[in-house]
């Protein structure tokens, strides 16, 4: 079996450019000594979103609404919709179904504003060998390049941040700056993130991304109706990852993936609803989590055999 | 009034400091080139972000946390002279855990730059301290690691201080600071455990998640900072013609021996537990000693850590080698390298190979990660060097008030 395991973001960098940018960086255009105007002393100060009461939030979100809007040059809208009561989000994903086709990850990049340049996935599609020893995914592959999905002889299984109800990422982090929502949604304030990275050694199912460079997307594809705890722009050097689209699913829509999906291999809804979709398919399909043995309790479901 | 001659005398000490042969002036300089180099290309780093690393979100840390967790072990240094010297009353290591002491400083201060460096936003570092941010106690262990790396800190700062104020004026200075000594070793063997169980409450990790982690830590963190010490003792002897016994020296070396005895030990253990069971755990330590579907680039540098501990072990547990010079100091130069790729690259990177979707990316750390890495290696040199000026005129009753 020939597998291509390279990595597609490698960096070499000669000494050359390395020294250049040495002496650039030399030069002071690093520390931000220059931005003596009074708003960055604002968003250095900022205070974590959830010690903020409704005023302060208020304010922070227009400023940065402010910044993004120079930035961007078009009007960026931040929400900051609470939990609904009674609501604890769940999602499913049909194995059998999956064709691995990968439009789930182009729509949540566009729909959360992904970084174009470095790319920034939140989610991973799984290709495996049918008939193969798989749960480990040591054998899957994540850079498969066909001409045609799906391929016979292979499976697929997507894999982005998994809500679990025990995190282990919310224990890590030391500043808070990662919590659960009560509606069961793990959230980042990417003004209160110090990157330090120990959520990302802790999350058992790779679901977290760093902003390791500048993120880059142009204007023009910029999705303005954001979330302050969700897809509006992030910043260099903060942790980022999937809120089941926070911004539309607390305003009653399924989130991009499930939208997009072709073949219907998405299900998500309330897991507190007995009648909602998702609770249909835990009760009456062959349901597993994954890395059950952690304990970590995640809110996604796959199935299979779905729709008997 | 008070203040004025407190002021002076720092003064004094600090002119000690500014005095020196061109030698003396050389190694500043050239330590100082260094510090600049590796400020330039943290500038640089910070300005393009953590991408001019080798790091990537499937190794998401590699050489700055790498050198945090090997000097971790060598601020421990400290305290395994204090052991012997203060419990035991061994008069030869007493005089000498001085300087122990002193290297744990500049250990942990090396610690936190090492910290800092690796951090993607670090204007918001205040944001994991108490009350002013929002500490994550007790869940987070990273917490829990800055409370007790500052701890240690500031512990052997204060020791340092008084020791040094005491012997400056004539004065014992046993009694009064005995508790803070006493209390000083539990503290230095928390900062072990806790940076282990960092790494250890990762379920995540099967390589971390495995409780020989500690008890590892613990036992080659008393290898490498005392074997450390020994070299600079020797240093230090020579350029000061400072008193310090043979015997404390050769005492010490033994102690190292049989710290290195259970490090090995519990390395046996850990590959015969992964090995012989055979489960898809024994992944990352596959990769670390033989490579993994092709990949290896950590193999040789572990069989060559591994070869150059065993060697050390010898040539320090030997009578004859031990009180040789020259092949002790051959093993305590081994042993530093030894366990710095062990326990730094060697403990770290595998954690990460094969990520947790089962993909191997091989990380090499680029130019730029070495030269930063380089400079807080300068910067720690200098900070001890400076620190040895400043407190030999004292220690050795040159300087008093
Ligand atoms: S999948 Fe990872 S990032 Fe998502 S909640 Fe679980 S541990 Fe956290
Ligand atoms: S990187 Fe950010 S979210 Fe993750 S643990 Fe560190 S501070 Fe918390």
């Known amino acids: 079996m020939s597998k291509i395991r390279s990595n597609p973001s490698g960096v070499k960098l000669d000494r050359r450019t390395f020294l250049k940018g040495a002496a650039l960086g030399l030069a002071g255009t690093a520390l931000p000594l220059d931005k003596t105007d009074a708003s960055f002393w604002e968003a250095f100060f900022q205070k974590h979103f959830r010690e903020m009461n409704d005023d302060e939030k208020k304010k922070v979100i227009q400023r940065l609404e402010k910044e993004y809007e120079q930035k961007y040059k078009k009007a960026i809208h931040i929400g900051s919709e609470k939990p609904m009561p009674g609501v604890l989000f769940g999602y499913g994903l049909d194995l059998s179904r999956c064709i691995g086709c990968r439009?789930?990850?182009?729509?949540?990049?566009?729909?959360?504003?992904?970084?174009?340049?470095?790319?920034?996935?939140?989610?991973?599609?799984?290709?495996?060998?049918?008939?193969e020893k798989w749960i480990d995914l040591e054998e899957s592959e994540k850079y498969y390049n066909p001409q045609n999905v799906p391929e016979p002889g292979y499976f697929y299984m997507p894999v982005q941040c998994q809500q679990c109800e025990n995190?282990?990422?919310?224990?890590?982090?030391?500043?808070?700056?990662?919590?659960?929502?009560?509606d069961g949604i793990i959230v980042i304030d990417y003004n209160w993130c110090i990157g330090c990275r120990y959520c990302m050694a802790a999350c058992p199912y790779g679901a977290r991304r760093f902003n390791w460079g500048e993120p880059k997307r142009p204007a023009e594809e910029?999705?303005?109706?954001?979330?302050?705890?969700?897809?509006?722009?992030?910043?260099?050097?903060?942790?980022?990852?999937?809120?089941?689209?926070?911004?539309?699913?607390?305003?009653?829509?399924?989130?991009?993936?499930v939208e997009i999906c072709p073949v219907g291999a998405r299900k998500f809804g309330n897991l507190l609803d007995p009648q909602s979709e998702i609770r249909y398919a835990i009760e009456h399909k062959r349901v597993f989590r994954l890395k059950e043995d952690l304990n970590t309790n995640p809110k996604f479901y796959y199935f299979f055999a779905y729709g008997r | 009034m008070v203040q004025a001659v407190a002021v002076k005398k720092f003064f004094i000490v600090f002119r000690e400091t500014l005095r020196g042969s061109n030698k003396y002036y050389a190694w500043l300089a050239f330590l100082s080139f260094l510090i600049l180099l590796g400020l330039s290309a943290y500038i640089d780093q910070l300005n393009r972000g953590l991408i001019s690393t080798a790091m990537r979100d499937q190794v998401s840390w590699g050489m700055y946390i790498s050198n945090f967790t090997f000097l971790v072990g060598v601020a421990a240094a400290a305290v395994y002279l204090i052991i012997p010297a203060y419990v035991y009353k061994f008069k030869p290591i007493k005089e000498v855990a001085l300087f122990g002491e002193l290297l744990a400083i500049t250990a942990i201060t090396m610690c936190i730059l090492f910290i800092m460096v690796d951090m993607g936003q670090p204007f918001r570092v205040w944001h994991i301290l108490p009350v002013m941010g929002a500490m994550n106690f007790p869940s987070s262990l990273l917490a829990w690691d800055v409370l007790v790396l500052n701890g240690y800190l500031t512990l052997n700062i204060i020791i340092v201080f008084y020791v040094l104020y005491r012997i400056s004026h004539g004065k014992d200075y046993l009694p009064s600071i005995w508790p803070l000594i006493i209390l000083s070793i539990p503290m230095a063997v928390s900062i072990h455990t806790v940076?282990?169980?960092?790494?250890?409450?990762?379920?995540?990790?099967?390589?971390?998640?495995?409780?020989?982690?500690?008890?590892?830590?613990?036992?080659?963190?008393?290898?490498?900072?005392?074997?450390?010490?020994?070299?600079?003792?020797?240093?230090?002897?020579?350029?000061?013609?400072?008193?310090?016994?043979?015997?404390?020296?050769f005492?010490?070396?033994?102690?190292?021996?049989?710290?290195?005895?259970?490090?090995?030990?519990?390395?046996?253990?850990?590959?015969?537990?992964?090995?012989?069971?055979?489960?898809?755990?024994?992944?990352?330590?596959?990769?670390?000693?033989?490579?993994l579907h092709g990949h290896a680039n950590l193999v040789p540098w572990i069989w060559a850590a591994t070869v150059l501990n065993i060697i050390a072990f010898i040539l320090l547990l030997l009578p004859k080698?031990?009180?040789?010079?020259?092949?002790?100091?051959?093993?305590?130069?081994?042993?530093?390298?030894?366990?710095?790729?062990?326990?730094g690259m060697g403990l770290v990177i595998p954690g990460f190979v094969p990520d947790t979707l089962g993909e191997i990316y091989e990380y090499i750390p680029t130019m730029q990660e070495m030269v930063v890495t380089v400079g807080i290696w300068a910067a720690g040199a200098l900070m001890y060097t400076l620190l040895l000026k400043a407190t030999i005129p004292i220690y050795t009753g040159k300087v008093k008030f």
């Open chain 1, 103 to 131: 439009r789930c990850v182009y729509a949540c990049v566009k729909e959360n504003n992904q970084s174009i340049d470095p790319q920034v996935h939140w989610i991973t599609v799984l290709r495996f060998k049918k008939g």
């Open chain 1, 167 to 182: 995190p282990p990422c919310v224990r890590a982090c030391p500043t808070q700056a990662t919590w659960k929502e009560p």
């Open chain 1, 222 to 257: 910029i999705n303005p109706n954001t979330h302050y705890l969700g897809n509006r722009p992030r910043y260099k050097g903060v942790v980022e990852k999937c809120t089941f689209c926070v911004q539309r699913t607390r305003n009653g829509r399924y989130p991009a993936c």
């Open chain 2, 195 to 249: 940076t282990a169980f960092l790494y250890n409450g990762l379920p995540a990790r099967p390589f971390w998640n495995a409780s020989i982690v500690a008890p590892r830590f613990i036992a080659s963190a008393f290898c490498s900072g005392p074997a450390l010490m020994l070299i600079i003792f020797q240093i230090i002897r020579k350029i000061w013609k400072l008193d310090i016994e043979n015997r404390a020296i």
């Open chain 2, 251 to 291: 005492k010490i070396a033994e102690l190292v021996a049989y710290a290195m005895a259970i490090n090995l030990f519990l390395l046996g253990a850990e590959v015969f537990k992964e090995f012989y069971s055979g489960t898809i755990h024994v992944y990352p330590i596959k990769y670390l000693y033989f490579g």
């Open chain 2, 321 to 343: 080698t031990r009180e040789n010079f020259l092949t002790l100091n051959m093993g305590c130069a081994f042993l530093i390298i030894g366990v710095y790729i062990e326990k």
